[in-house]
């Protein structure tokens, strides 16, 4: 079984900065893509970010390119997204996920394990 509890969450004003983690139990976490996603009442889940599982591939969704960051660090079974310049429409909460493959997807129904949930909110 694999626990994922993210944290880093908070209020920030537009163009502020935020570094969400997800901190990972478990064996699984070196040998499987990690992924953040991101949802907002009344919408469906968004893919935001994925990384394969040495750190070594990424992909952002395009409306974070050049301002977000996916990164892991597999002996703290840790990945974390870095969030610059941000806007009031990145408000949502985030969660990050486990895909039992080694490579990422942009597919939530990919992704067998999820954490909580963190709030970000944005304001203008």
């Known amino acids: 079984q694999v626990q994922l509890v993210e944290s880093g969450g908070g209020l920030v004003q537009a163009g502020g900065s935020l570094r969400l983690s997800c901190a990972a139990s478990g064996r699984m976490f070196s040998s499987y893509a990690m992924g953040w996603f991101r949802q907002t009442a009344g919408k469906e889940r968004e893919f935001v970010a994925a990384v394969g599982w040495s750190g070594a591939t990424t992909y952002r969704e395009d409306s974070v390119k050049g301002r977000f960051t996916i990164s892991r660090d597999n002996a703290k079974t840790t990945v974390y997204l870095q969030m610059s310049s941000l806007k009031p429409e990145d408000t949502a909460v985030y969660y990050c996920?486990?895909?039992?493959?080694?490579?990422?997807?942009?597919?939530?129904?990919?992704?067998?394990?999820w954490g909580q949930g963190t709030q970000v909110t944005v304001s203008s």
């Open positions: 996920a486990l895909r039992p493959a080694p490579r990422y997807s942009v597919n939530d129904y990919e992704y067998d394990y």
